[in-house]
């Protein structure tokens, strides 16, 4: 399944630098109902229209839902997730590859020691709100 999946994203992405599957779907994990999370890698801003025309076609390619995603626009917490716990099924650039992988860590190293002191309150106060 991986390679229609990056034949029909550089199909209509050539400029695209990296595309990473996580989720159930390809892993011991997948159920029948499993849908197909892919985010991707590319340096440039991917329009409404062009993000659901892949989309649909990747749907209709593996009978599954499909759930995509520009790695860029996403919260930090889930590119982290993705690049620990999902595969990258291809990769044309890997300096840029790397390299975003080297930003998003540094993002939540970042994010992890500002909430920090937020967390800690909360442990003392034994409570969120109040």
């Known amino acids: 399944m991986d390679s ?9 992405l050539p400029d695209i630098q990296a595309i990473y599957r996580y989720g ?14 892919i985010a991707f ?13 892949l989309s649909l076609s990747l749907a209709q390619l593996t009978s599954k839902d499909v759930d995509l995603h520009n790695m860029k626009d996403l919260p930090v917490t ?28 540094s993002d939540y190293v970042r994010l992890n020691e500002e909430r920090h002191f937020i967390l800690e309150d909360i442990r003392q106060r034994e409570q969120i709100y109040g």
């Open 4 to 12: 229609l999946i990056i034949k029909a994203i550089i199909a209509k």
């Open 78 to 105: 889930l590119r982290v997730q993705i690049i620990f716990y999902g595969v990258r099924i291809y990769c044309k650039d890997n300096v840029a590859a790397e390299a975003y992988d080297s930003y998003t860590l």
């Open 41 to 53: 890698l590319i340096n440039r801003t991917v329009s409404f229209q062009e993000m659901s025309e």
């Open 24 to 37: 159930s779907a390809g892993s011991v994990y997948e159920r029948k109902d499993s849908d197909v999370d």
